[in-house]
């Protein structure tokens, strides 16, 4: 295929032709994300030579251990497996991946794509590809896929759905963080993770969920959104949502809001340097070798506490100068620096890699052992009772529950930034650029506020940046203590960043806060509803027997309705008395894209909540003429497939309450 595209469009590669995307490759022995050796009986991944290959890893003829990558026959038997893992594997990456890679920069053009990472296949056979990050070497970015499986509030445990089950701590707190972190320690990849994202949400996803999950991504450290898709057909049962859907997605107009915000944080968290305390091995080889614990089970209790970690592999470790060496009681990699190795629960690991983090430890680093240390080597090796007393002498290398991990931490002062009160939705990401510091900050709640101080390890002055309104603010903060202390408050879906830098913007207006907002007026009672199809918009059609606000999908409304829902009213404001301060609309509950003018002159449009807009140079003393548009998505009109069906559906229209709210600066 590459070669083809070659002869016949090779004065193209490298400017037409950016490069080469390959999807969700595998070794496909199985159809299962369980394929792990001993569990599944299953026919094995083979080649000609790959017996030569297995006895030159093993060190003798491999052919009499064979059948103990199906039966259990002793200690020796997570010797043999992960033996074979560890070949096929590598075998994978440098027949595959590596070999196209090296292909296709040859040829001027990148060669990106993802694997199956799906429930933790990405360490097994079967749908996966034995390794991830070996799977994805030769790559020129990293690279993932969300399809239907990260949800708000579906943070863990399993969920069945409609093709299959998801593995919710996997997806929420593992995958990510992951593919982000093989962008950061890989230099090949120059910092760029790209994530497919939106595919097989059904048509109930629309700019609101999307919103949110490019939050929820990008604040992981994705920085290259691919929107997965344009279909050329429609209606096409293809992985729905379809994001033009030839003119028939309701949601198309407002489309380029949700990407101009994404560009700006992909701008805004590209070309710099990631900053993070902490590094935890990847399981991989754990998982090859007999009991563990994924390393996302890591990823949750850090990440609940704000404490910024990447996932990194035994290979990289191994590596040595100058990719990996030791600088001041820390592991750099890259550009990374960790003041601590946290391991995951492993019963075996490689005895070259125990080894290899008693001389880390010698050197200052911590070493931290999720419940206990291992209880043998996943290699060949007869002096592991000698090395395990080492590993329980060191004085940097200690044990540690998940209920002691963050306390433990922030003794040896391996944390970057805390908060007064506990914050279990509050995400963050720490980004340097040459010319300043910045914080990435999310609110991955969908009904709760942040309301939290966030105490910086330095002094300096901060300012906040909205992506979304494409505006800077001024913060409340206090220097002290060589730390900066800065109030920060986040509504469901709302994101922002901190910004230290050596050159602020001058007379910058302090963002309007909800908890600072008094409710002046609630305009009640009847309304004017009219609706248009996104085909006759915008020519609508009065709804007469509808007059108040509410949710339409409801049976006797307009449960089949896709399209744009129009409300007009008519209100009296008897004076404007409110100083300094601003006046703003609150429209409280609505599904899902609103667009508002007032007195003729267009508001703005708000593709998530908060549904709230500053009217204070439009509003006036007398008569006001509100409109309001709200736009639903094709759910309602096309529900009837296998992703809708599986999913409790949304209201359509404005719920409400609408409000006058005043907030005086």
């Keep these: 295929v590459y070669e083809e595209h070659y002869r016949r469009y090779s004065l193209e590669f490298g400017n037409t032709i950016e490069g080469f995307f390959t999807d969700e490759h595998r070794f496909g022995n199985v159809s299962s994300y369980e394929a792990t050796l001993g569990k599944v009986q299953m026919v094995l991944p083979f080649s000609n030579s790959l017996l030569k290959h297995l006895s030159d890893s093993w060190g003798e003829d491999f052919r009499p251990y064979l059948p103990c990558l199906w039966y259990d026959a002793g200690t020796i038997t997570s010797k043999i497996r992960f033996t074979y893992m560890d070949v096929v594997s590598k075998l994978y990456s440098q027949n595959y991946t590596n070999q196209i890679g090296n292909w296709c920069r040859e040829h001027n053009v990148k060669f990106i794509g993802h694997v199956i990472e799906d429930n933790g296949a990405h360490a097994r056979l079967g749908y996966g590809s034995g390794h991830f990050f070996r799977s994805l070497k030769g790559q020129d970015y990293s690279g993932y896929d969300v399809v239907y499986q990260i949800w708000p509030g579906r943070s863990s445990g399993k969920f069945t759905t409609a093709l299959g089950y998801l593995d919710a701590d996997f997806f929420y707190w593992g995958i990510s963080k992951m593919a982000s972190s093989d962008g950061h320690i890989d230099p090949c990849k120059n910092g760029i993770t790209f994530c497919e994202i939106f595919g097989a949400y059904g048509w109930q996803e629309g700019l609101k969920l999307m919103k949110w999950l490019t939050d929820h991504v990008c604040v992981r450290g994705a920085n290259f959104i691919i929107p997965h898709a344009?279909?050329?057909?429609?209606?096409?049962?293809?992985?729905?949502?379809?994001?033009?859907?030839?003119?028939?997605?309701?949601?198309?107009?407002?489309?380029?809001?949700?990407?101009?915000?994404?560009?700006?944080?992909?701008?805004?968290?590209?070309?710099?340097?990631?900053?993070?305390?902490?590094?935890?091995?990847?399981?991989?080889?754990?998982?090859?070798?007999?009991?563990?614990?994924?390393?996302?089970?890591?990823?949750?209790?850090?990440?609940?506490?704000?404490?910024?970690?990447?996932?990194?592999?035994?290979?990289?470790?191994?590596?040595?100068?100058?990719?990996?060496?030791?600088?001041?009681?820390?592991?750099?990699?890259?550009?990374?620096?960790?003041?601590?190795?946290?391991?995951?629960y492993a019963q075996y690991l490689p005895y070259m890699f125990i080894n290899q983090i008693i001389e880390f430890a010698e050197k200052g680093v911590k070493i931290i052992f999720m419940r206990q240390f291992p209880q043998g080597s996943s290699t060949k090796s007869y002096s592991f009772s000698n090395i395990l007393e080492e590993l329980r002498s060191s004085k940097n290398i200690f044990c540690c529950s998940y209920d002691e991990l963050i306390e433990n931490l922030k003794y040896y002062n391996i944390y970057d930034i805390e908060t007064t009160s506990f914050e279990k939705d509050l995400r963050s990401f720490h980004y340097q650029h040459e010319d300043g510091t910045i914080y990435f900050f999310t609110n991955e709640s969908?009904?709760?506020?942040?309301?939290?101080?966030?105490?910086?390890?330095?002094?300096?002055?901060?300012?906040?940046?909205?992506?979304?309104?494409?505006?800077?603010?001024?913060?409340?903060?206090?220097?002290?203590?060589?730390?900066?202390?800065?109030?920060?408050?986040?509504?469901?879906?709302?994101?922002?960043?901190?910004?230290?830098?050596?050159?602020?913007?001058?007379?910058?207006?302090?963002?309007?806060?909800?908890?600072?907002?008094?409710?002046?007026?609630v305009l009640d009672g009847e309304w004017k509803i009219s609706i248009a199809d996104i085909n006759e918009y915008p020519n609508f059609r009065l709804q007469p027997h509808i007059k108040s606000l509410g949710n339409l999908a409801r049976p006797g409304f307009l449960p089949n309705f896709s399209g744009v829902i129009r409300y007009e009213k008519e209100f009296i404001v008897e004076e404007l008395d409110f100083h300094n301060g601003r006046i703003l609309l609150d429209f409280g509950e609505l599904y899902e894209s609103l667009e508002v003018w007032l007195n003729e002159k267009q508001v703005r449009v708000k593709i998530c909540p908060p549904y709230r807009l500053d009217v204070t140079k439009i509003i006036q003393i007398g008569i006001n003429k509100l409109i309001v548009e709200v736009t639903n998505t094709l759910s309602k009109k096309l529900g009837n497939n296998v992703f809708d069906r599986a999913m409790p559906q949304e209201p359509s229209g404005l719920i409400g309450p609408v409000r006058l709210q005043l907030i005086t600066d």
């Design 230 to 344: 344009f279909s050329p057909k429609y209606p096409d049962p293809d992985c729905p949502p379809h994001f033009y859907a030839r003119g028939a997605n309701p949601q198309w107009r407002y489309f380029h809001i949700w990407a101009q915000y994404t560009n700006r944080l992909c701008h805004l968290l590209t070309g710099g340097k990631h900053i993070a305390p902490v590094a935890i091995l990847y399981h991989a080889e754990a998982e090859w070798a007999g009991d563990y614990e994924p390393f996302e089970k890591v990823v949750k209790v850090l990440t609940q506490f704000q404490v910024d970690c990447d996932v990194v592999p035994i290979d990289t470790f191994m590596e040595g100068e100058p990719l990996v060496r030791i600088e001041s009681e820390s592991i750099i990699i890259n550009k990374e620096k960790y003041g601590a190795l946290i391991i995951p």
């Design 446 to 521: 969908l009904t709760t506020s942040i309301d939290t101080v966030v105490t910086f390890p330095f002094e300096s002055q901060p300012y906040a940046y909205d992506a979304m309104e494409g505006k800077c603010y001024k913060l409340n903060y206090e220097n002290r203590n060589e730390c900066t202390n800065v109030e920060l408050f986040l509504e469901p879906y709302e994101s922002i960043f901190i910004i230290f830098s050596n050159s602020i913007p001058e007379n910058l207006p302090f963002k309007p806060l909800a908890k600072n907002m008094k409710t002046v007026a």
